[in-house]
């Protein structure tokens, strides 16, 4: 019996603390950033630069929180620096130091749901080029520009990064200071035929339900290694398919699987590696080789 009475407090505690609204957690934030100030993150402009299209924008919108509602902040500061990351034997590293972009006065935030301002910062492919200094002929798919933001108070103090880190108490809460836009290349057409898949499992007990989706046009498949170390999977792509997506699912063992994906061209387009990223694209659409 006692310890019936012990599993029912415990969950009269838990629905206690699941029944706190968001208002409580801004109750919460309202007593606990007196010596501070929040950036959160509470929507998405733009993730990544189209390599090929200088007018792509990577941008987020934030909610200050402080502890006078969101009144003493002045102004945000954008600053931005360029990571080389495709480097090869021989090569000169393109990557640049951190320069200031833009600002965005306080003046430009609107007061959001929960009465915080709330605005955008942003910036366009051009705009992280031109103050980074890096060339458009220098960026290669994989690189990537990184964005710092900087809160600066009415009483002179300056919040960023370096100082508040990434500020993580369940997902009400998101505010890096910090962010990578990479450079990423827009799909291409695939070679027409029948492409391969060839699966390896190291344990040789098959993928216990990881998979890859393909998805061609729309259309979505998904293969895997049934039993078994290895196999190999034949799928056809059509004539005039447009576009071309794999995405790794994943299963119980994740640390077990090797995959390769071979075109109707040859080249080998996905060679995969134990623990691959679940939902992240496979494919290298820079390469241009599919």
């Known amino acids: 019996m006692r310890k019936i009475r012990t599993y029912i407090l415990l969950s009269l505690g838990v629905i206690t603390l699941m029944a706190c609204s968001e208002e409580k957690i801004v109750d919460d934030v309202q007593a ?39 009144s003493l902040l002045t102004e945000i500061k954008l600053f931005v620096s360029f990571t080389d990351n495709t480097i090869e034997d021989g090569d000169p590293d393109f990557s640049a130091d951190e320069a200031e972009l833009s ?32 060339d458009f002929d220098n960026v290669a798919g994989g690189d990537a520009f990184n964005f710092r933001l900087e809160a600066i108070l ?50 040789g007990d098959g993928w216990n339900n990881a998979a890859l989706t393909v998805d061609i046009d729309g259309t979505s498949t998904d293969y895997t290694l049934a039993a078994g170390s290895a196999s190999t999977e034949v799928f056809t792509v059509p004539a005039g398919a447009e576009v071309i997506s794999i995405i790794f699912v994943s299963g119980d063992f994740d640390e077990e699987v090797t995959a390769q994906v071979t075109s109707a061209n040859g080249n080998v387009i996905v060679d995969l590696q134990p623990s691959p990223t679940a939902g992240a694209e496979l494919i290298d659409y820079c390469l241009g080789n599919l």
């Open 32 to 70: 606990t950033v007196g010596r501070g100030l929040i950036l959160r993150t509470v929507g998405t402009i733009g993730d990544s630069f189209s390599i090929s299209d200088t007018g792509s924008v990577w941008g987020k919108t934030l909610e200050v929180q402080d502890a006078e509602g969101g």
């Open 103 to 134: 600002t965005f006065s306080a003046s430009a935030f609107a007061p959001g749901p929960f009465g915080f301002p709330r605005g955008d910062v942003s910036a366009s492919y051009a705009e992280a080029l031109a103050a980074t200094g890096v």
């Open 154 to 203: 009415s009483d002179g103090r300056v919040f960023t990064n370096r100082l508040a880190g990434t500020v993580a108490n369940g997902s009400f809460f998101s505010s890096p200071f910090a962010y990578t836009s990479p450079i990423v290349c827009p799909p291409t057409a695939p070679t027409a035929g029948d492409w391969t898949i060839d699966f390896q499992d190291s344990f």
